[in-house]
């Protein structure tokens, strides 16, 4: 999907950078309600913090040097948060 959504004839949109992770906070959300199990299993994880150990992402991961900002494993901890709520 990576592949194709970066191919030549489509571009990101140009202010990707700036709503990049409520896109896919929302589409992490969404994937919780549509299955249950994913929810479950990210409910699973109670309190831990979630790190996504990524070599080639900085921004998404923490990188090689984890210094990356994890931002994927901050997402995935505030759907946790909120799906846990009632």
């Known amino acids: 999907a990576r592949r194709i ?3 030549w004839l489509k571009r990101p949109r ?3 950078d700036r709503v990049r992770t409520v896109v896919m906070t929302r589409a992490i959300y ?3 309600q549509m299955y249950p199990e994913f929810s479950e299993a990210l ?3 109670g309190d831990k913090k979630i790190v996504d150990v990524s070599q080639y992402d900085y ?4 990188g090689r040097d ?8 901050k997402m995935l901890m ?3 948060e909120k799906i846990s709520s009632p």
């Open 14 to 16: 140009p202010d990707w």
């Open 5 to 7: 959504g970066r191919g």
């Open 30 to 32: 969404t994937q919780c």
């Open 78 to 80: 505030a759907v946790r």
């Open 59 to 62: 921004f998404w991961g923490l």
């Open 66 to 73: 984890l210094r990356g900002e994890n931002q994927y494993g």
């Open 43 to 45: 409910l699973a994880t």
